[in-house]
């Protein structure tokens, strides 16, 4: 793709955002929670696992330790047994209960709303802050860019960078902030459904036309 100012990249990223916001209309976070403790803690979960997956755990893991306080006296062999399932469940635990710990120590029990203190909890890098910050807060310090958003924001020819938070800042200087939210859910939708990582359905496609990337599987 030829060389674009940053006029037309903002004006082609609202074509973009048109079509997903028609596409996805109601694209939410898919991890289960009720409160901002629960999210924070399906997040650490759902690194390297399925969201349905992770749903399947948290309903017995939050009835055993509904709140950080609880969590951050559970016996790790306990908490260890209870998310098995969702993989690199050692080091998942240790990060569930420092979480929990560290948010009844400093924070009286509250998940904290700023990104600066989130980015401080075990377990909480800027991903999963931005995740919570955006979804139980409404809140919108970052762009969420987990491998859906990395992956497709370079297809679309909206970032470059090689890296989850260079791909962040990229998409922060085109996206307008009240888009940052939903941008990200309705870019992980088309992720999960139409631009797979493997082989893109680019035919089902409707950002298509406005798509120039080498992965392409088909062209109008
Ligand atoms: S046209 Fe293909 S590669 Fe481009 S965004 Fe759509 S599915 Fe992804």
Redesign the pocket.
Known sequence: MAKESLEAKKQRTGKIIAVLKKTYPDAHCALNHSNAYELLVATILSAQCTDVRVNMVTPELFRRFPTAAAMAKAKLPELEELIRTTGFFRNKAKSIQGAAKKITEQFGGEVPKTLAELITVPGAARKTANVVLGVSYGLAEGVVVDTHVFR?AH??SLAKGDTAQAVEQELMKVLPQDRWISFSHQVIH?GRQ??IARK???EQ?N??QL?H?K????SS
């Open positions: 497709i297809r679309l088309h139409i631009c893109p359905k680019c496609c950002l298509e798509c990337s992965d392409k599987t088909w």
